[in-house]
């Protein structure tokens, strides 16, 4: 008996390590996965983290002005409180955070790169790249490759200002796969409400019936926030689609925006910044469906008869993007896509703008121009983008668009403004939304059950050998 002990017990212990580095084996590729989905999505928002600690600049109020563009104003206070409520939660342990704790290291991560973060113009220039524009006065600016996510030079990149019209990009990420083109609905009265003060109006009238794809070139032509709220009251609420909003913000890396109001009205700790919009468009160039309704030039949009036998004629709409339709003296910009301005008083002119030329396409966001040149956030956006076709590849790189899809769909007519005809089709989801989870679940599991096996098995081995 006393020679048998080391023989069984040698037997044992080569089947518990063998069994043990089976399951770990298994475990690292998915557990790897897992962790390289983890480091591209953050756990937490730095928006939520700097409004906590009052580093957000609020909205001086919500009076509003006519200015050179359709200004983009709108929303609802359930709307605000929600959008405060969905920040606070994701931020984890709500407005507090101990210094040092993973919550806190990974809100205040710098999104896309240290040089994003830096203050001032960062570019990184080589042997043959050209100079930036001269006369920029932006307060924040960006250039970035949409396929690559490439960052070729910002200024201020991560600077939390008012996007105004700009966040209805986001507005379109979050609802646009949600919501079928065909799919008709007859307005009332509480689709309607809250609207802000003075907000543009694409002139959605109680009663009529009216298909999605209409509502969604009124939002992107005529930036009417009337439409915006009658897409959120049918994706459930305004107050939902401001949390789902904040959300989707997040899982594309967003950290700078703290959603109040889904059309960009200002609204008191409302901001994004130049980073965070070219994030926006980069994931809704993503979807043709996004893509075509931000080329579109003009449309008609429809008319109809409410339940009381008023009636109103179609009339036509003009996208206010001027480098795409060229009006007010802009040139329209050769090779351009879209894909959204804005205007308020509290944000000025801001502008995210994307162009073609052959293989490449860029992303321009500008925001807030102070030299006081008419149309200078158009002149802006136009010179950076004539600089990034030129310097692309002939400069180094200051940072990445990161957690967001490589690929995206230019319009059909390589880019050219289009006249609406008909709906457009909706996307399928992309699956990328539901990798990282998966990864998770599976990983863990795994992990979870290589740990067990070694403890069952080291517990059986002393067993046997007794």
């Known amino acids: 008996m006393t020679a048998f002990r080391p023989t069984s017990r040698a037997r044992t212990r080569p089947r518990t390590a063998t069994l043990a580095a089976v399951c770990c084996l298994a475990a690292l590729p998915v557990a790897s996965a897992a962790q390289a989905a983890s480091a591209r999505v953050p756990s937490a928002p730095a928006a939520a983290a700097r409004v906590a600690a009052g580093r957000v600049p609020a909205a001086s109020g919500t009076g509003q002005g006519a200015g050179p563009e359709a200004a983009s104003r709108g929303g609802s206070r359930a709307g605000s409180e929600a959008g405060a409520r969905a920040a606070g939660s994701e931020a984890g342990a709500g407005s507090v955070r101990e210094p040092g704790s993973a919550v806190a290291a990974a809100a205040e991560a710098p999104a896309g790169g240290p040089l994003l973060s830096a203050p001032g113009v960062q570019v990184r220039p ?180 409410d339940a009381h036998g008023h009636c109103a004629k179609p009339f036509g709409i003009q996208n206010t993007n001027r480098l795409l339709t060229g009006a007010n003296g802009v040139t329209p910009y050769p090779g351009i896509i879209g894909v959204k301005n804005g205007y308020t008083t509290h944000a000025g002119n801001t502008l995210v703008a994307a162009a073609r030329r052959g293989e490449r396409t860029l992303i321009v966001t500008v925001m807030n121009p102070q030299s006081g040149v008419p149309q200078a956030v158009y002149r802006e956006a136009a010179a950076l983008l004539d600089w990034g076709f030129r310097a692309a590849g002939r400069t180094g790189s200051v940072g990445t668009l990161n957690a967001v899809p490589a690929a995206y769909h230019a319009p059909a007519d390589n880019g050219r403004a289009t006249t609406a005809t008909h709906p457009a089709k909706p996307s399928s989801p992309s699956r990328s939304a539901v990798a990282s989870p998966t990864a998770w679940y599976v990983g863990g599991a795994l992990v979870l059950a290589a740990a067990v096996s070694v403890l069952l098995l080291r517990r059986r081995g002393p067993a046997r050998a007794r």
Not at 158 to 172: D, E, G, V, W, Y
Not at 251 to 264: I, N
């Open 126 to 305: 080589q042997d043959g790249t050209p100079d930036l524009p001269s006369g920029l006065s932006a307060l924040s600016w960006l250039v970035s490759d949409a396929r690559t996510g490439q960052v070729l030079a910002a200024k201020d990149a991560h600077r939390a200002l008012p996007p105004a019209s700009t966040l209805k990009t986001l507005f379109a990420d979050t609802v646009l796969p949600r919501l079928p083109a065909d799919t008709r609905h007859t307005v009332t009265e509480s689709d309607l409400a809250g609207i802000g003060e003075g907000s543009s109006m694409v002139g959605v009238q109680v009663g009529h019936t009216y298909a999605v794809s209409d509502l969604w070139r009124g939002v992107f032509l005529a930036s009417g926030n009337d439409a915006v709220h009658v897409l959120a009251h049918m994706n459930g609420s305004v107050p939902l689609t401001v949390t789902q909003m904040q959300a989707k913000a997040r899982m594309l890396g967003a950290y700078d925006t703290h959603v109040v109001s889904p059309d960009g009205y200002d609204m008191p700790g409302q901001v994004s910044s130049a980073y965070d919009l070219a994030l926006f468009a980069r994931a809704g160039l993503a979807n043709p469906e996004f893509a075509g309704y931000v080329s579109t030039a003009t449309a008609v949009f429809p008319g109809g008869c």
